[in-house]
């Protein structure tokens, strides 16, 4: 519960700075189904942390997530996190007097990497592997998505923790 409440504290103070602090893209693997994943920087006690979060119908983060990225240079980066309180969302729409459950699931993942790792998204993301139940998340890009925007969030956040 500690950390939802530090990690909601850390979103808010990132949204008040007014600088975009998040980037966001659709994934539909299957025809019926899909999600969104957020792509957040945040640092927390002096430690750099990845925030991803993962909106879909069922995908959740297992208790101890992974997350692989390959980037552009063909190098691969695996990192362990730590998986935040899923929380879901139910609602439904009227059609023709039935109503149509839909429900939403958003979890959660924080991942710490080292100020070294840093210069690893520079080149940009070319695959993103994230370790969510019941289906693992893969996707590829075939042009940067993440990578730039990592790569400058991080920057920025290593600056602003070693600036006093």
Known sequence: MK??????????????????????????????????VTWSVLPENGQLNIVAMVKSDRLVFSNTPTMMLKNFDGEVLQLEGTSLQPRSETGGIVSSGVIIPISEVSSIAQFPISEYDVSFFKPGISKVRLTTVPLVHEKEFSHDRIGSFLYKALTNAKNSVNEF
């Not at 990132?14 to 966001?24: A, D, E």
């Open 3 to 36: 950390k939802l409440i530090l990690f909601i504290a850390g979103l808010f103070f990132l949204v008040s700075c007014g600088i975009q602090k998040q980037m966001t893209y659709m994934h539909r693997p299957l025809a019926a189904e899909g999600c969104t």
